[in-house]
């Protein structure tokens, strides 16, 4: 019997990677019947998926996996993160900019709770964001009704155990009191369903109000509510460790040459300006002031990288990116060589 892998990835894991679903929810939709490789419908997970099957999801083919992507949602209460509600709630996923791809949220965050939302079209991202190996804090901006004092905190940070779930130390911060209420700030790692409204509980505290403000290096800002703004790919692969996609060859740059056609650029005589006189031989080299180097004016790129007036907000200024011509200064006009002396 051989030891040897079989080729490929499950199936699951590759409709996760091109932003099918979850492998939960890709499993599911398997043993539904909705998933078929090369023209036979599969009803369990246990294949491997090389780059030559062909798969079709509900009468649609599977292309190859996308980039990896991530958007950051602010999003607003009243929403639920899933993709069907069985109330008929709205969803995220519902109000979401019409030019978004498919996509899956990392975590959930509860129909009253609001903020910081990340979202994703790779199956492998999302699963890997929501481990508690990774380490992230999360952390969230906690309205609570009345007061609370620090020794109860201090149970929370030390850890604690609500109806048989444990719960990791959190580090919990008083901020203010403000009337009737109190803010917190808590930060915990794990993200348990419910998990700081259920030991807020505990404590003998009710929280009215909860926004997540951040995840991992991924923060809230200013991101209005309902609005989503993708993270950069470089941002993104340097946070998670991706490798960089394979760079595009650089386009080679044609020389700058010139071609004079016979008798152009000449005016006056056997030597007039613009051209060589018929008794002399013209250099084979550019004149002194001749050509524009093949490089940029002073106004384009330095050697290391823009100039100081770099781009702006918008876009290059314009003392950034020069025009793809040459500058004004331009070519100045050669000089007209000596005339020869003329024999009788």
Do not use: C
């Not at 080729?7 to 599911?28: H, N, T, Y």
């Not at 404590?203 to 509510?225: D, H, M, W």
């Not at 016979?262 to 008794?279: I, V």
Request: hydrophobic residues 30%.
């Amino acid at each position: 019997m051989s030891n040897t892998p079989p080729e490929g990835d499950r199936i699951a894991k590759v409709l996760s990677r091109a932003g099918i679903a979850s492998r939960r929810d890709a499993e599911r939709m398997i043993s539904e019947g909705r998933v078929s490789v090369n023209g036979k419908t599969i009803t369990s997970p246990a294949l491997n998926i090389t780059d030559r099957d062909r798969i079709v999801v509900d009468g649609k083919p599977v292309g190859q996996p996308e980039v990896a992507r991530l958007w950051l949602y602010h999003k607003p209460a009243g929403l639920v993160t899933s993709a069907k509600d069985e109330k008929d709630r709205a969803t995220v996923f519902d109000n979401l900019p019409e030019d978004m791809p498919r996509v899956m949220s990392v975590g959930r965050l509860d129909i009253n709770s609001e903020g910081l939302l990340l979202l994703t079209n790779d199956g492998g991202i999302k699963r890997r964001l929501e481990l508690p190996s990774t380490g992230w804090l999360r952390r969230y901006r906690v309205r609570i009704n009345g007061s609370v004092s620090e020794a109860r905190l201090d149970e929370l940070r030390k850890g604690i155990t609500v109806d048989g779930i444990d719960y990791q130390p959190m580090l919990v911060t008083f901020d203010r009191q403000q009337g009737a209420n109190a803010w917190l700030t808590i930060s915990i790692r794990e993200g348990k369903n419910r998990e700081i409204r259920r030991a807020m509980e505990a404590v003998n505290t009710t929280v009215n109000r909860l926004i997540r403000v951040s995840y991992g290096p991924f923060q809230l800002g200013k991101l209005e509510a309902g609005a989503v703004e993708e993270v950069k790919g470089r941002v993104l692969r340097e946070q998670l460790g991706l490798e960089s996609p394979e760079p595009q060859k650089p386009r080679a740059r044609k020389p700058l040459t010139r071609v004079m056609k016979p008798g152009a650029g000449a005016t006056r005589g056997e030597g007039g300006q613009g051209g060589p006189a018929k008794g002399s031989a013209a250099r084979s080299g550019p004149a002194k002031s001749g050509d524009v180097k093949s490089g940029p004016s002073k106004a384009g790129f330095s050697k290391a990288g823009p100039s100081k007036a770099g781009p702006s907000k918008s876009g290059p200024s314009k003392a950034g990116i020069s025009k793809s011509g040459p500058s004004k200064s331009g070519p100045s006009k050669s000089a007209p060589p000596k005339r020869g002396t003329r024999r009788d």
